[in-house]
């Protein structure tokens, strides 16, 4: 029997969740709050937020922004806090939407539980409906348009599915939101943002304002038109086993701030340099083979942060080079780095064809790394880790939490950790991660 969206936002309660769908919930929040800490550093989240208070300030209530303090409406601190987190290309993923929910539903959720007073365990429900209800929408929106959009096209469903829920709006008003939502979610174009790397980045920041919008307009009886990714007969397959089959457990989580397609190369290589001990003066040339669109990527030399996250050979180039890619590496000082554009003068991309048709449900590499002896050493298909068949381990996580929020005092950091993982046993919890992510850094 087919589940009804509009009920499943409504009723799902904490005790419904299974408990790998809440330690997903919790690893997910972690590693997105790390990401905002890092991405608040960025020009791009200082443009946003400076914006949202400006432009779309609030005189009274609204919400708080993400690791700064000040004030701005419901809408305005979604924006700049999906904003923030898209801008340090580190946040988790779906390989069947092709793109990411939590960078937009988590700042939609803070937005909203800043004006309703909820407990732990609903912050922790709100948020997995939010990313059940984002993730089937964007594998749906995949499947029945021709076009290759950003994650705020579907992840803005996601936004007003939250809203919906806690606001709360009733049945009705909840599918005009939804299909509000829906409507006017960004369908920008994707690889136009791969092609032309800027700060437009991956649209969640408008997916956010979108959803949000949507929500509170519905609230006063706004109308929209019927959610086609919901309602039409043609995407039913995707809501039978809503709430039997959690998407959210289907994330992956990066190691590496830099776009997803780019990660099995670097892992690949990676591995080859460990394997056989190669230095990094011992590589004479690196030829990637993977899929069409991770080869679109490019080599070209980045000139800018946005650059060198929508990047194939930098990346690669750069993980040989120093071992690891991170914030420094993307900093000015890395984007300089001679060793690493000496090295990337060399990295050659070829699409692999076996490797195009497996997209986006697998997403493989083979690197050859040519010394200068002449010798060729080949790694075997290589997925990324951190996909659901790779986790990284809970030790990984925590460390890529500190490393990402290392603007942060240490003691700051330790209750956020401690307040996601007791969200469902301690009443104090949210209130303390709420102080702890909503203040300046």
């Known amino acids: 029997m087919r589940l009804d969206p509009v009920a499943f936002i409504h009723d799902l309660q904490f005790h419904d969740l299974p408990a790998d769908v809440v330690a997903q919930a919790k690893r997910c929040l972690l590693d997105l709050v790390g990401v905002a800490a890092s991405g608040r550093q960025t020009e791009l989240s200082r443009i946003v937020h400076n914006f949202a208070v400006s ?8 919400a708080r922004l993400l690791f700064d303090g000040r004030r701005a409406s419901l809408t305005g601190a979604a924006y700049a806090g999906a904003s923030t987190i898209d801008a340090f290309d580190a946040h988790d993923g779906h390989r069947l939407t092709k793109g990411h929910a939590g960078v937009a539903v988590l700042p939609a959720l803070l937005a909203f539980a800043e004006s309703r007073p909820l407990t732990g365990r609903e912050f922790i429900t709100a ?62 174009q994707m690889m136009r943002c791969i092609d032309h790397p800027t700060m437009v980045k991956d649209g969640s920041g408008w997916g956010a304002l979108a ?16 959610a086609l990714l919901i309602e039409s007969e043609a995407v039913v397959p995707f809501w039978r086993d809503l709430g039997t089959r959690w998407e959210i457990t289907h994330q992956y989580l990066k190691p590496f701030p830099v776009c997803r397609w780019a990660h099995p190369a670097m892992d690949a290589i990676e591995a080859l340099i460990c394997a056989h001990r190669i230095r990094r003066d011992d590589i004479a040339a690196i ?26 050979g930098f990346p690669v180039a750069a993980m040989a080079v120093r071992g690891t890619v991170g914030a420094a590496e993307l900093s000015e000082d890395g984007l300089r780095d ?12 070829v699409e692999e064809s076996s490797l195009s048709n497996r997209f986006p449900a697998e997403r493989l590499a083979t690197v050859t790394v040519t010394l200068q002896n ?66 300046p850094i």
């Open 55 to 62: 432009q779309m300030g609030a005189s009274s209530g609204g």
């Open 127 to 188: 948020l997995v409906i939010g990313y059940e209800i984002a993730i089937r929408a964007g594998m749906a929106l995949h499947a029945t348009a021709r076009d290759y959009h950003t994650s705020g096209a579907w992840n803005a469903l996601g936004c007003a599915a939250v809203g919906a829920r806690i606001l709360p709006l009733d049945e009705n008003a909840t599918r005009q939101a939804l299909g509000a939502a829906e409507y006017h979610g960004p369908r920008s």
């Open 211 to 226: 959803g949000v919008s949507a929500a509170c307009l519905a609230a006063d009886g706004f109308s929209g038109a019927p």
């Open 287 to 312: 030829e990637i083979h993977t899929f069409a669109e991770a080869v679109r990527l490019g080599t070209r030399p980045p000139r800018t942060t946005e650059e060198a996250q929508y990047a194939m």
């Open 338 to 349: 001679a060793a690493i554009n000496a090295l990337l003068e060399r990295v050659r991309l």
């Open 374 to 439: 002449g010798e060729r050493l080949t790694s075997p298909p290589t997925g990324a880790r951190g996909d659901p068949e790779i986790p990284l381990a809970e030790d990984e996580v925590a460390a890529k939490f500190h490393r990402l929020a290392d603007a942060l005092p240490t003691r700051r950091q330790a209750i956020i950790e401690r307040s996601i993982a007791a969200l469902d046993t301690d009443g104090a919890a949210l209130r303390a991660l709420t102080e702890a992510i909503l203040t």
